[in-house]
């Protein structure tokens, strides 16, 4: 039975055909793990805290940045450097006080991964990663509970659940990761504020489907949006038998993460950890550091001592690094992914050695390297 209050919250569900107090207690009897408290999984926790889902369980380890803003309309510009689940659950919370928020601020990883999805009746992917993906693909096909899947790209969105022994699953799709450097920079693509909201919305209409028992879920079906056109498309999409996980004869049997990164192991040899250039530096090497980000970023903070041209610019500009063509040379961007890109074109420039900062400005600043040289 519905307080009075509940009453006159679920209004509009309850005077819904179709839907009615039965749905309504369903939801609120409900348990929903949403990984990532991002893009996809803003708008969606939103929308799931708003209808009564009665249990969020959120997994993130990230903290809000002014970054996220753009898009992560769950997080505000006075939350910057809170940890992303804490500023879910106070959102989630003044939205409405039925639903009981767990927050995990942790990574989810094949140590959590099985706990996580067992305790919940069903995973909301809002993974930004592969190995993350294909984590919970795994985990929720162990458990025996569905996924609603969702993914985007620059302007381009899909959507899918996957429901063990009622359609494909992810691996189905994807049975590998993409070969390194076929996805462009991965932890910098941009992408278009408004598109998660689409996604991760359409995640938390077929959450609500699948946790009421309404309407059809997009099992075996693809939904695919592209933003620039404002087209939806819906595609079948089918079990593979050669899946590694659901296929008639697997080969994996437990939940285990994968490695993958976004860079080549050709480019992976350019790169350099923050030890190894606070070593470069302390040895007072004769060294070009070459921050190649945008001037809104640099603007921001930079390594003492670096030169500053955009990556866009570098081509055009290769010839005011005339005198460093024989010298160390080490590329500094965001996160490490640009850099090893102007490294790269460095190196084809005929520069003999360059280099490019893993983890880029970002891992500096959090080295603390930042506090011996202001
Ligand atoms: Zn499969």
Not at 19 to 25: K, P, V, Y
């Amino acid at each position: 039975m519905l307080r009075p209050d509940q009453q006159q919250r679920y209004a509009r569900h309850l005077s819904l055909p179709g839907f009615g107090l039965e749905a309504q207690e369903r939801l609120l009897a409900s348990s929903v793990l949403l990984v990532g408290a991002g893009g996809l999984g803003s708008p969606a926790a939103l929308y799931l805290a708003a209808a009564g889902v009665g249990r969020l369980v959120v997994v993130d380890d990230d903290a809000v940045d002014l970054s996220n803003l753009q898009r992560q309309v769950l997080h505000s510009t006075d939350r910057a450097g809170m940890p992303k689940v804490e500023s879910a659950k106070r959102t989630i919370n003044g939205i409405n006080p039925d639903v009981a928020v767990v927050t995990i601020n942790e990574r989810f990883t094949d140590r959590n991964a099985r706990e996580l999805v067992g305790q919940c009746d069903l995973v909301l992917d809002g993974a930004d990663n592969f190995p993350t993906r294909y984590l919970v693909n795994d985990a929720a096909y162990f458990e025996g509970k569905p996924v609603v899947h969702g993914s985007i790209h620059l302007f381009e969105g899909q959507c899918t659940v996957f429901a063990r022994g009622r359609g494909p699953c992810y691996r189905c799709l994807f049975p590998v990761p993409p070969a390194p450097g076929t996805v462009p920079s991965c932890a910098e693509a941009g992408v278009l504020g408004v598109l998660p909201g689409i996604i991760g919305t359409a995640q938390a209409t077929e959450a609500i489907k699948l946790l009421t028992g309404i309407g059809e879920p997009l099992i075996g079906r693809l939904l695919r949006y592209d933003a620039l056109a404002m087209q939806f498309q819906t595609l079948s999409i089918r079990r593979n038998d050669g899946c590694p996980l659901c296929g008639g004869d697997p080969t994996i049997h437990t939940v285990r993460e994968i490695e993958y990164t976004c860079v080549t192991p050709a480019q992976r040899a350019l790169e350099i950890d923050i030890a190894e250039f606070e070593q470069l530096r302390n040895a007072g090497t004769r060294c070009c550091l070459l921050d190649v980000r945008e001037p809104h970023e640099v603007a921001g903070g930079t390594v003492p001592g670096s030169l500053h041209i955009p990556l866009g610019q570098l081509q055009a500009r290769i010839g005011e690094l005339q005198e460093w063509r024989r010298e160390e040379v080490v590329c500094i961007c965001h996160v490490g992914i640009r850099s090893i890109r102007a490294a790269e074109l460095l190196q084809q420039g005929g520069f003999e050695r360059v280099a490019s900062l893993r983890g880029g400005f970002a891992a500096w600043m959090k080295s603390g390297s930042v506090g011996g040289e202001a």
